[in-house]
């Protein structure tokens, strides 16, 4: 089993934990407001159209729509796209693996990925990201907050984790024709906001 199935069936397994756990509070509502400033640059109307990967039961999906975006939920574990399609109305969700997106060329003008990235085992890091910047607009936005520090993570799961130190992260993203806006490194995080 690779690791992305084995972290799957590890989210599936505990679902009603993991739902519990991550509908208590938006990532997108309390550190969003570079991407929806660098977003609001990007989109050409009011509306942006939005793919948030690895979106969970839907809480940034939810914060996405009232701000009357268009928002596409992407996740691999059902349990997770069945209570975000209960919970947050006007949003589709979709099961998919974010290695491989099952959307056209430039379908979105920004993507949302917290805290799923570092899920992708490193030899699939460069090409996830390639396929990721396909499906962006030219001139998209894209936030990705990934763990930075393994003796800072407290996670006893076997769930599996790719951590990354902030100049790794940046070469990788502009590797594959990201521009960084801004980088952020805070207690056992790195996040950034990059231009495709």
Known sequence: MDEVSQTRN???SEAGSYIEKYSTESVA???GDPFFDALESACSGDTAQLLDIGCG???DVDVF????????GLDITQSFLRE???RVSGAEFVCGDMRSLPFQDNSFDGIWASASFHHIPRSAATQTLR????VLRPAGTLFIAVKRDEQLDDDSTNRHFEYYQADAFRTLLNSVGFELNTARTKDKWVSAVATA
């Open 84 to 86: 975000g399609t209960k």
């Open 10 to 12: 590890i989210y599936e």
């Open 57 to 59: 039961p839907g809480p």
């Open 131 to 134: 396929d990721w910047h396909r």
């Open 65 to 72: 729509a009232a701000a009357g975006h268009d928002v596409t």
């Open 29 to 31: 509502r309390l550190y």
